[in-house]
């Protein structure tokens, strides 16, 4: 999912990478607060930053999240969705401070 785009220009490669760590860890803490980190077999958390030909800052996250079979009454899609809400809000936030 991609969502906020700003000038590339503007920002240094620090801040990309900085944006970058920031909406991973929102998306991190956003699961292991809801989920107990021991009913998590894999969580898989990727942001990356690119360059649009228009010359934006396009972020893209990816969260994979596999749970327990004990958790199987789980709603895993609307955590993960709302996972990476948190991963772009926490991007947003960011961009409104640089």
């Given at each position: 999912?991609?969502?906020?785009?700003?000038?590339?220009?503007?920002m240094t490669y620090e801040a990309i990478e900085e944006l970058c760590e920031r909406a991973e860890e929102a998306a991190r803490r956003y699961i292991l607060a809801r989920v107990p980190r021991r009913s998590i077999t894999d969580l898989t958390i990727t942001v990356d930053a690119e360059e649009t030909e228009d010359g934006d800052l396009n972020v893209n996250v990816d969260v994979e999240v596999k749970l327990s079979p004990t958790m199987r009454n789980?709603?895993?899609?609307?955590l993960v969705n709302e996972a990476v809400e948190a991963s772009f809000k926490a991007v947003e936030d960011y961009l409104g401070k640089t």
């Open positions: 999912m991609g969502r906020p785009s700003v000038p590339v220009s503007s789980f709603d895993v899609e609307g």
